[in-house]
């Protein structure tokens, strides 16, 4: 992706929804790592395995956790280190039995076991030699030791994976010893002496990846800019989705101030959502209609209050909270059991506002309900290529849409929330419908919060122009 990934991420009825269970998927680009050289190794680690990189993965601002499928439907674990939305370092997840007084030693000796593996499991050679120190970490493979070892083990995995067994430790004095036994070879024997530098070796990993890198020439993605006079833009109908964003993610599109326009609030909705019934009660206006599949709403919940300046619209956040689920209505409930106490008690508040503001889209009623600027946000759209767009604000990104899909009907439901790292994490589904046909543009959205409940982080990734699928919505 782009300099700023702030979290790629992946989100077809069925599989493009993953059965709404599943985390966003994880396709990076070569502007996702912190040079070419990592780039490269993760090219050169997927094709080793032959495997897809279209699978689900969770995001922290520290790193992304991903689970891949062998060709046996083996599940391999990876994690990929980043800073600033690059990745620097990336390893899998191997399990390992033991013991160790020092757990912040052991800690790194597992990092650093985990990357070797990770290379081992490229198919170039060279990423492993540029790694594994020989001079300086004890290696024994099959009665050799040593650079001697190390070639024995790439010559006999050849086109292999390497599968780990569960990895047991030893110590000898102040040394660490570990063992790893794994389908595929003999037992490999790794030791990490007492006065090793864990820092120094990794640095000179780090340098000579970045002077490797000068040398690799890889391919780029494509990220758009604004190619045209705002003052001379084609009409949206001229335009598919598509093409749209290409040529006009870069404009912040103004709100209508309706404040002191708006007179008569019933009569207000009923033209901005008129395949919805209206049901009023005194303040209160509840607008619903049959969601999509059964569990992707367009419900929204408002109040009208009376301000110096006119009539403002809100939503209504008076909602049940019980066992750790919140009753957006008696039907919609968010399940947050993954959260404590504390952390359901900031977010709830906030719930019903980010959820009807995306169901607002395509109508007037943005205007009232639009929050969220000046949150960064990666848009990646999925049409007959892949393009990413880095935008400064999600309220932009949102008014562009909202632009886009007037006359849509908008289903939007928050179907995860998640904790990974002690943050926490929102994962929503939208569909923007063609009310009378077979056509909608669908997108997964994942909302990042920091340690104060904050979003300071969203990914969409949108599939335009898609089948609505048979029998459902």
């Not at 690059?86 to 013991?99: A, N, S």
């Not at 290529?385 to 006359?407: G, V």
């Not at 340690?451 to 969203?458: A, P, T």
């Amino acid at each position: 992706m782009s300099n700023k990934l702030r979290i790629i991420l992946n989100l077809m009825v069925g599989s493009f929804f993953i059965i709404l269970t599943g985390l966003l998927a994880f396709e990076p680009e070569a502007d996702n790592f912190s040079n070419a050289y990592q780039y490269e190794l993760y090219l050169s680690w997927l094709e080793k395995g032959g495997l897809k990189a279209d699978f689900p993965a969770g995001f922290t601002s520290r790193k992304v956790v991903k689970d891949f499928n062998d060709i046996d439907g083996e599940i391999i674990h990876v994690e990929y280190d980043w800073e600033d939305w690059k990745i620097y370092d990336q390893r899998e997840v191997l399990p390992f039995v033991l013991y160790a007084k020092d757990p912040v030693r052991t800690r790194l000796c597992i990092r650093y076991l985990e990357e070797f593996i990770y290379r081992l499991n490229s198919n170039r050679k060279s990423f492993v030699s540029d790694f594994f120190n020989t001079e300086k970490i004890g290696l024994q493979y099959s009665n050799s030791e040593g650079t001697k070892a190390l070639d024995l083990i790439w010559k006999d995995l050849d086109s292999l994976r390497i599968s780990v067994e569960p990895i047991e430790l030893e110590t000898s004095g102040n040394n660490y010893i570990f063992n790893i036994p794994s389908k595929e070879l003999d037992n490999i024997i790794i030791l990490f002496p007492d006065s090793l530098e864990f820092t120094e070796i990794i640095r000179d990993v780090r340098i000579l990846e970045k002077e490797i890198s000068s040398t690799i020439q890889v391919r780029k993605p494509e990220i758009y800019e604004m190619d045209i006079d705002e003052e001379n833009l084609p009409t949206i109908e001229e335009l598919s989705l598509t093409e749209y964003l290409r040529k006009c993610s870069h404009i912040s599109l103004p709100r209508e101030l309706l404040h002191n326009k708006i007179k008569n609030i019933p009569e207000f909705l009923e033209i901005e959502f008129p395949y919805h019934e209206l049901i009023e009660n005194e303040d209160i206006f509840f607008l619903t209609k049959e969601p999509y599949q059964k569990n992707i709403y367009c419900d929204i919940k408002l109040k009208s209050v009376l301000t110096d300046d006119g009539i403002d619209i809100l939503p209504e956040s008076k909602n049940v909270i019980r066992d750790k689920k919140f009753f957006l209505t008696s039907k919609e409930i968010l399940d947050l059991s993954a959260l404590t106490p504390e952390e359901i008690n900031n977010i709830t508040p906030y719930i019903p506002q980010l959820i009807y503001e995306h169901r607002a889209l395509g109508s007037r009623l943005l205007n009232f309900l639009l929050i969220h600027d000046n949150v960064p946000t990666t848009l990646i759209v999925r049409s007959d290529k892949r393009e990413i767009y880095e935008i400064d604000s999600y309220a932009d990104l949102l008014m562009l849409l909202n632009s886009y899909w007037q006359n849509r009907l908008i289903f939007f439901s928050i179907n995860d929330v998640k904790k990974i790292e002690g943050c926490v994490e929102f994962k929503g589904y939208l569909i923007a419908g063609d009310p009378q046909g077979d056509d909608c543009d669908m997108a997964e959205i994942l909302f990042h919060l920091d340690k104060e409940f904050k979003i300071d982080l969203i990914m969409m990734i949108l599939h335009p122009e898609i089948k609505k699928e048979a029998g459902k919505g």
